[in-house]
């Protein structure tokens, strides 16, 4: 049997992992939302652009994002020093980014999945919306969002599960320091690569994955209660 | 208010080109399907913007695709009733019917609220999900969603069609009440010519993207178009009147339509004075050579045939001229014509039950 | 030996950070025409664990010996070929060039330079050179004093990254690494005998069927190839 | 073949509880939005399944909760006519048509699928995408699609709902002739008496979930339900005749409703021998108190007052029985009842215009 | 300037990383779309196992999706030795592998996608289809599948665009052996693991780049396609 007692550094980084996937979730859900939006429907010079820019984390070995990451938002980084100075907020061995690092990994999944339900929403209850006086953004809000709900829920729960996995980019980024930016997905590599880590490894593993499971199941949970308001199941 | 509409594009293989205007009350918008009816309504309510076009409400300029102008649908606070209900499928029946006074300034009221719910008849539904809603009862919420939605002017897209004869004859009056009572002008795409009649104070004939005729109700519903292009059931004229201000000895509501002319009507609770528009309908209309005694018929006015028009079925086509400008449609078979003898400049007297008039 | 060219390529396993000095090996021993040599460069890990369940590698050159240790244990290569092939420095780089590196001993002021920035290392616990790296420290005692302050990268290479990144103001990195990066400069080596041997060592697996293996295995202990890994800053173990 | 249908299932908060059976020609279901109409017809295409029914077609179970036996829908060979068009949106209209013959084995010819066509006037759409379609053209579209399908069924939903009068027209006498010239089964909804009298050989009435009467159409639209619920308009009989086997002497078309009664009727076309369903509406049916002469009505039938009913509006509806069984209801106003001194018992001229005929 | 002048070895690494990324979307396509159908409309007991086992490769970091495939797939493998002797598959080691390692790692995205269009589709309209008398799987393939074509594309381009950057499985499973399971992401990681390496990984990194955004633009264009004729767009 897997010895599931686990050490405090292990409780540590399954708290880290939660938090890391849950605030990598929430914080890129309004710039994915907004993205998803002007992918679906905008019409704009740059939009293939765009649409490659979003999905450059899925289509870069995790390397190379952790590295460009480095480069921009680093201490040194454009991004990372302008934030440093003007808001305070570091990257780098931090937590926060760890968050970022699972966030842009998750943001392709996130995107194409709200994408998706917004591409799928009638627009003629929008239009029916519009000549009830609401304005565009309010129509966004009370027809198009509350429809699109199980697709972005979809989006999230990719988003989380993703960050859950995720290390490569995160690793590369801010390193693996236990307790600021050890991961379980981290914790778990690093079993991996010592002779006899195996065992630890697979515990490690286990208990992401039932994390993620329960995460998963809830969200199964809520889209189908969103899509049975909506008459969609 | 006037609503000013001048339109022109393509759809697809069709080329829409309409110029009209409507008044207060209700403008009817009448044609084939595939006319262009609801075209022109999608134009009117911003959801389209035409290659080329101008629609002013008052004073209020809408679109003028030469200056560049287009105002949103959402700022053109026009309610509108789509052909398909458009319901919102993540709202309660209650939500949908409140939907449109989160966004406006003047709220309706708990009473107006209620009394329209009450009208629908969709009080028992208002917590249900609009998904298992019947055609019919879907039909009615996208009513009441857009008569709540306080509009500056109403866009009605067939709104009674999914509707039984029932249910309809209690929205109409309310309807009609509607027109009479605020200012809202209504534009009002229906195939009934009975609903139309009644309810219209202006008809636009639209036939392949164009507007074949214009006018008042009475003249449109009446006129040359009507007389050859509709089949048979439709054909009639549309009179003008007022309600008698003293009802006449036996109770029976009368309506004038000139100094000396009058017509009898089973209707009650008609406002004495009011206006009122009649469908005489050329099927209701029966022919006499002379007064006829011991009869039902409570209506027996003296003609002159002006024209016979053979038509289909073996029917005859009579076009009666009367006192005070009066103008009159009858349709009997060829056999009557030939029994009767009739011919033009001939005096007769058409027959009209009470009953049949079109109210 | 003349190999014949016929020969069938050799499949090569080799620890990720041997690829440039190995890859110029290689080509030395095409031009001396030797049989094709195929390397598959991943981490020593990944590599132990396919050869373990069947992979069709010839030759295995891990970046530690505990993986080689894991595979003999297994009786997974052929222990009479199994030779320490070349050997590795433990230095500390930093971003600022602090003038001529000395030894670094039990009073080197680690804590200090490092003024509360991140020590970048492999990982302490599973990257060898992060192994290595933390022996050292412990065995000079400076450990205790940084253990905080050490951010475990996932390969030597990224925590060198981090330092030339300035990330970091100080990292433990093999000198190879290090020689090769212009943005990073040597501010200290540690001592040989502070850490165990780093060693990269190689073997002949088990159920390699290719006879050139042996032809290739001798012609990396031949002095022209430890002149090729010389030049790429390893030390060459194997005389 | 005989349809027969036995359903108990809830509906929401609605309980639907019918039993009925449909034999060959049309069917109609006639009830107020909301009744159960399209609740029924989707369990008879097996798209729901209630919780207890059993529906057999002809020797052929479909149904059978007690036993547990459900045909799936596509194996049951209906053809539907939904209130929604429900056209394939990734379809060109001409696919959408030619759908159902994929999957049947009884193909229909290129004939067949060219006068569908032209009969529903979408000809020339037949190339396009059903994306932007009028509203009308769509439910064309739907109709023919389901006429194409070489269905052994046929349930329509408010097929004509969305339909000008001039297009109903139209299509109307080709629904009569699949009646007429198939054996195929219609159950057919709509809210038009006009509609279902031409129609339908039988009616079932549905209200709340409940059968509240069904029989053949002649009876049940004549019946009491009808006589006392619906509104004004809606009143009157059916009657079922023949189509006299030669013309009369004036070349006049005549429906023999008895040995020796006899109605004159403004329609071309019809065969000889044929039998028709006539309705006579309430509102067109004048009294006379003896024959009248020099007047266009074709038709005066001596008849006997059974019964007289003061109704709203201030009119009352005289029900007459005539020779051979024959049973009329005229609506007059209550000046003409009192005018004429109408009482029961009394034999009066019950005058009908041809051209009023409904057909 | 980046030198674009590849050597023979990347010039195989290119193809391969084509090969691979083509063959693991294609094959995955079928099996995504059953359990994609299976969970927007099936209801079957294991359907939340099923869930969470097509979310594993996400969840899990790919080192360990790779071991995994290692014990399952490998020559000593269950799985991998039955296949073998039954039907000749041979995975470990062979480009194969690497396709199955990119079609694992990319099936939740597919999955996904196509299951979010699946949901959105409207059931009337099967209905429809079903009276006019086809057969479920008839209307499946007449109605649902050409319905939800703009997810089932989505669904691929993701999975390409992940097979396109995905190494930490392949190379754990199938190492990373020239000329037969080097792909460009475990060339470019090789490349990130010595000194001196940044150039070519960048080169690398930039064909790679290119190559999936140019399949991203082909897919957009038919899935504008698609959109276009069921009128969504
Ligand atoms: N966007 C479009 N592209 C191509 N054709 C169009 C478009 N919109 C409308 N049409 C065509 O223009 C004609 C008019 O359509 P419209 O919907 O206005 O008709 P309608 O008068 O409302 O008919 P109905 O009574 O059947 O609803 C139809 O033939 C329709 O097919
Ligand atoms: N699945 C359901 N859940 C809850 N209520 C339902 C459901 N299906 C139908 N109903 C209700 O049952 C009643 C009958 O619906 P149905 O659609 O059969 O009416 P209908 O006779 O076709 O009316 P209409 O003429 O308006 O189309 C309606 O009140 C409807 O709201
Ligand atoms: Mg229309
Ligand atoms: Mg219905």
Redesign the pocket.
Known sequence: MIDLSFSPAEWTAMRLSLKVALVAMATSLPPALLVALALARGRFPGKALLNGLVHLPLILPPVVTGYGLLLLFGRRGPIGAFLEQSVGLVFSFRWTGAALAAAIMGFPLMVRSIRLSIEAVDQRLEEAAGTLGAAPFLVFLSITLPLCLPGLIAGMILSFAKAMGEFGATITFVSNIPGETQTLASAIYSFTQVPGGDAGALRLTLVSVALSLAALMLSEGLARLAARRIGAA | MSLDVRLKTRLGTVVLDVDFSAGDGVTALFGPSGAGKTSVLRAIAGLTTPRDGLIRLGGETLLDTAHGLSVAPHRRGFGVVFQEARLFPHLSVRRNLRFGSFFNKAKTTRAEFDHIVALLGIGP?LS?AP?????????RVAIGRALLSAPRLLLMDEPLA???EARRAEILPYLERLRDETRIPILYVSHSVAEVSRLADKVVLIDNGHVVGAGPAAETLSGASLLHGAPLRERGVVLEGRIATAQDEEGVTAVELGPTTRLRLAQEGLLPGSRVRLRIAARDVMLALKPVEGISALNSLPMRIVALHPRENRTMDVVLAGQEGLQLLAQITRVSAKALALSEGMEVQALIKSVALDR | PMPARAQEPVTVFAAASLKNALDAVNEAWAAEGGAQARVSYAASSALAKQIASGAPADLFISADEDWMNDLDGKGLIRPETRTDLLGNRLVLVSAKDEGTPGGIGPDYDLKGKLSGGKLAMGAVDSVPAGKYGKAALEKIGLWDSVKDQVAGAENVRAALLLVSRGEAPLGIVYETDAAADPDVHIAGRFPADSHPPIVYPAAILKDSKNTGAADYLAFLRSKKAGAIFSAHGFSVLSK
Not at chain 2, 131 to 139: A, D, M, P, T, V
């Open positions: 539904l249900r998904r298992h809603l019947s055609g019919g009862e879907r039909q999914a509707l039984d």
